[in-house]
């Protein structure tokens, strides 16, 4: 079954090997020449790039390159910095996310992140899923139930967590907690999941999981994962970006990406030739 | 080619020479640095097993439950100490109440919403700002300074001798809100707010508090990583959310155990009542704000100095002293057990 | 930066440089052996066939620990791709130079069926094939690798050519068909051993520009 799963994802990534918008795939994301700054300094020049709706993209590039600035601008967490500033459009359904009339606590319960370091609240297993629940406003225990155990289903946590709801979260080891991490996420609803490096603290199985995981969220929502593990980006990713010094170098469907480059400069990292 | 050993050994620092690798001198020197480093931390436990032995040793015999229940008989020469103990606890609540709270949200203010960088780095960030940006960068350069100057205030204000408080209390408190209040609220001639009072020396013992409580505060906030904040604010929580359900509760033992320590550390202030409200000796408990107070510190002085027979007063001396004493350790026994309470359950009760 | 992946890969470049080198070598002594009559030359190329069969499975097994360690992506991936193909599609060849030599043992038995005038041409055009399949190969060169790749057609008409003229000896006499059958395989032979070279070159036009030229025309355009 799983490999059935499988060989249909890898046509339906076929599909869309040339550019999205002949894809026939709708973009879920759209950026439209987007500039980022930090005070005076710019780490984002003029990006465009179109996001397809239920795929992952990964970014990759060498540390710096602004890829991680760009997964935060998708759910504006470099708002909290000061001196940051955009230019430019990112839309998600054709809404641009940094129009001034933007909710932008309501932004992030579409659009859910996970870190790079699993960060579970000192709280309970229960109440970190509940969390942003409870920020929204649910107190109907039956309602919170319901969600905390889909959530941890669909974080593939279920299982090991079933019956230690109410233990703490830091009991439990790295890579659950940052599966943790991914339900906490889910809870709130969002269409869109953002991952900064999310299993680079994880040892190989845990990663395995994580990266099964990934592949298997992907049938419902859209994933922009960033990391600096080039096979994990070949093994998750439906599409890959390719990102230096703050410039998209190179995006495209993931085995083209992996195989035959169009760009020197993509080719030369991802074959590790970089000085 | 051969390698003329002495050549190549003369490279090294004499000390790495192969005739200076017996241990000898230097391990001499590593013992006496021991010896001497050990001595001192030996010294100060030892003066402070003598003093705490001797009162201890003096002040025990003394403890009764007439001496705790009793009020002073006798021109201070017998009786007991009921009042005082009744008027530092009512004090310490009184001044916990005034100082806590006020400490806990100055730091939550300063850590939470005033900028990380230095108003020089805020202000070059506001130079280098485009137009449109003046005016967001403007309002963080200000809450910059605003926190720089609230942080050396809270510094200078723990640096201030506790008599000085004592006599700000006096100034401020007394002659210019109790008499405003009296001028306002009383007729004419009548004194009310306008002497010292337990209120007055609560509020100027909890001035002197204050900056240990913000600054353990902030400590305790410190503490709490960023990657929470992180997390919560990516689940669509707004900031004062983000402080009330995840960095408070985070950093509650340590804000506890900071307040505990400040307030015991406060108790033991006798400068700041002395002028404020303290009373050399009541016969009645104080019931209102506007009452005078008997307290530990205060009639320990009282005792050392101003009995007209000294000699008669020692063991009450002692006895008053234990009983101080007691009353800060148990304070602070609080604010550890509660520390070690709270952090056992974070990590894994809930 | 220099990546010691890079001494890997130029490793395994060697290495097959050098099974060509032995499978070109094979191929020249095949057809000495052939026109000159030679058995003894024809037994020495059989003999050495056995050292190319290790050669392959050396660079196979180099090849394999490559992909394990290094996991390669993009060009490095190609190439590694394309030592995998190219491997035994040099291996092939030999079998193929071996087999040449088998029949010219069995013809050298006989007197000569006749001058040979088509069959050398075509061994030449063969031989040159491969050497140059190598050459681009090893310089990355994809327009050389395309005009080889032209050339096959040439091949096959001369195999064509030289087949007509073996039959017609055929239905002359009755007591030259085994010579001119054996001389159709060796024509046979020929036309193969320029078949891997353009299997050779189809994956260097890979290698170099990501394309997949193999087949074109028959299943349409692959990604």
């Known amino acids: ?275 | 080619m051969s390698v003329d050993p002495d050549t190549t050994l003369r490279a090294y620092p004499p000390r790495m020479q192969p005739s200076a690798m017996s241990k000898r001198p230097r391990q001499i020197r590593e013992v006496v640095s021991v010896g001497l480093l050990g001595f001192s931390a030996f010294l100060i436990i030892a003066i402070l097993a003598v003093i705490l032995g001797n009162i201890a040793y003096a002040g025990i015999g003394q403890i009764s439950w007439e001496f705790l229940t009793k009020s002073p008989e006798a021109g201070l020469t017998e009786g007991g100490i009921f009042p005082a103990i009744f008027g530092t606890v009512s004090l310490v609540i009184l001044m916990t109440i005034a100082a806590v709270p006020f400490g806990v949200a100055t730091a939550v203010y300063l850590h939470e919403y005033t900028p990380a960088e230095s108003p020089s780095v805020a202000w070059r960030r506001y130079q280098s700002a485009r137009v449109g940006e003046k005016g967001k960068l403007l309002r963080h350069f200000l809450s910059a300074v605003l926190a720089t100057i609230t942080r050396s205030a809270v510094a200078n204000l723990a640096g201030v001798p506790s008599i000085v408080f004592g006599l700000f209390g006096l100034g401020f408190f007394i002659q210019f809100v109790g008499r405003g209040l009296d001028r306002a609220t009383q007729a004419p001639g009548e004194i009310h707010w306008g002497q010292g009072n337990i209120l007055w020396a609560a509020l100027t013992l909890a001035l002197l508090t204050l900056p240990t409580v913000i600054v353990a505060t902030e400590e305790a906030l410190r503490t709490i990583p960023s990657d929470l904040r992180a997390a919560s604010i990516a689940l669509g929580a707004t900031r004062w959310e983000t402080i009330r359900r995840i960095v408070l509760p985070g950093a509650l033992p340590g804000i506890l155990t900071g307040a505990i320590l400040a307030v015991s550390r406060g108790a033991g202030e006798v400068a700041p009542i002395l002028f404020t409200g303290a009373a050399y000796y009541l016969p009645y408990l104080p019931k209102r704000l506007t009452d005078q107070f008997m307290e530990l510190g205060y009639h320990v002085l009282i005792l050392s100095t101003q009995s007209p027979d000294v000699e008669a007063t020692k063991p009450l001396l002692y006895g008053t002293v234990f009983v101080l004493l007691a009353l800060t350790f148990l304070l602070n026994l609080a604010g550890v057990l509660i520390r070690s309470r709270t952090r056992s359950k974070m990590r894994v009760g809930g | 930066m220099n990546r010691h992946f890079d001494r890997d890969i130029e490793q395994l470049k060697e290495l097959l440089l050098r099974m060509g080198a032995m499978v070109e070598d094979s191929i020249n002594q095949s057809i000495r052996a052939l026109l000159e009559r030679d058995t003894a030359i024809a037994e020495q190329v059989i003999a050495a066939d056995s050292d190319i069969d290790r050669m392959e499975l050396e660079i196979d097994q180099h090849t394999i620990e490559l992909i394990a360690k290094m996991q390669p992506a993009a060009v490095d991936l190609r190439f590694v791709a394309t030592a995998m193909k190219i491997n035994p599609e040099l291996e092939r060849i030999a079998d193929l130079a071996q087999d040449v030599c088998e029949r010219a043992i069995e013809l050298n038995r006989e007197a000569q069926l006749k001058p040979l005038i088509d069959i050398p041409r075509l061994a030449r055009a063969a031989q040159e094939m491969v050497r140059q399949s190598l050459d681009a190969f090893v310089r990355g060169d994809a327009a050389l690798a395309r005009a080889v790749i032209a050339r096959d057609d040439e091949v096959d008409q001369m195999t064509e050519d030289s087949f007509r003229e073996l039959l017609t000896y055929m239905l002359e006499d009755s007591a030259y068909i085994s010579r001119a059958i054996r001389l159709t395989f060796v024509g046979k032979y020929f036309e193969r051993i320029a078949d891997g070279a353009t299997n050779i070159c189809e994956m260097v036009v890979y290698l170099v520009e990501g394309k997949v030229i193999k087949h074109a025309g028959n299943v349409g355009e692959v990604r």
């Open chain 1, 1 to 275: 079954m799983a490999t059935m799963e499988f060989v249909q994802g890898t046509r339906a990534a076929a599909g869309s090997a040339q550019p999205a918008v002949s894809s026939g795939v709708r973009p879920k994301i759209d950026v439209k020449k987007f500039n980022f700054f930090y005070g005076s300094a710019q780490v984002l020049y003029e990006v465009d790039l179109e996001l397809p709706e239920k795929q992952v993209t990964a970014l990759i590039g060498p540390s710096g390159c602004g890829k991680s600035t760009f997964l935060r601008s998708i759910n504006r967490m470099n708002d909290t910095i000061p001196g940051a500033r955009a230019e430019g459009t990112i839309s998600i359904d054709g809404r641009d996310l940094y129009a001034p009339d933007v909710d932008v606590v309501a932004l992030r319960r579409r659009v859910g992140m996970v870190f790079q370091k699993s960060n579970p609240f000192p709280k309970t297993i229960f109440e970190n899923v509940a969390y942003g629940l409870r920020i929204g406003g649910i107190k109907d225990k039956r309602v919170l139930d319901e969600i905390v155990e889909q959530s941890l289903r669909r974080a593939a946590l279920w299982d090991e967590a079933k019956d230690r709801l109410g233990a703490s979260a830091l009991a439990l080891s790295g890579g659950q907690q940052q599966r943790l991490c991914i339900a906490r996420a889910l809870a709130v609803g969002p269409e869109i999941l953002l991952m900064d490096e999310p299993a680079s603290a994880l040892d190989p199985i845990a990663t395995q999981k994580i990266e099964e995981l990934i592949y298997e969220l992907k049938d419902n929502f859209t994933i922009v994962i960033v990391t600096h593990n080039m096979q994990q980006a070949a093994r998750v990713s439906n599409r890959t970006a390719f990102f230096m010094l703050g410039k998209l170098v190179e995006v495209g469907d993931t085995n083209a990406i992996f195989m035959t480059p169009k760009e020197k400069l993509t080719e030369d990292y991802i074959t590790g030739r970089f000085g």
